[in-house]
């Protein structure tokens, strides 16, 4: 087992919770990390920090937004009473691709609804 400073170890453990990470990319990374100058190093760190203070979901669609609701959300110009509904989620575009070659065009997943 390795010895590394506390802070070291920290990184290397929260960077190998990232999707796609695991101890010897962490590890690059980290010593990557500490080979950068302290301004770049710092504003890594400010724009994860930035992630939970300044970023927000929209209580109307969801979306991450820095005003809730989103700017899209408050444009006056936009009627609520429409809604676009996209078949295709993420992580399932393969069976949502199958099942639109084998049902319609692409252009025709998408609906179009109108609340009262
Ligand atoms: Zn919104």
Do not use: H
Request: aromatic content about 6%; hydrophobic content about 40%.
């Amino acid at each position: 087992m390795e010895y590394y400073p506390e802070a070291v170890g920290r990184l290397i453990e929260a960077l190998q919770q990232l999707p796609g990470i695991g101890p010897r990319t962490a590890q690059r990374l980290t010593f990557y990390l500490l080979s950068r100058p302290g301004a770049e190093t710092q504003a890594l760190a400010d724009a994860l920090s930035a992630l939970r203070t300044e970023v927000v979901r929209c209580a109307v669609c969801f979306n991450v937004a820095d005003v809730d609701p989103c700017r899209l959300c408050q444009n006056p110009s936009r009627d609520s009473r429409l809604l676009l509904v996209v078949e295709e989620r993420p992580g399932s575009t393969e069976a949502a691709t199958t099942c639109s070659k084998a049902r319609s065009p692409p252009w025709k997943g998408l609906v179009q609804t109108t609340f009262a």
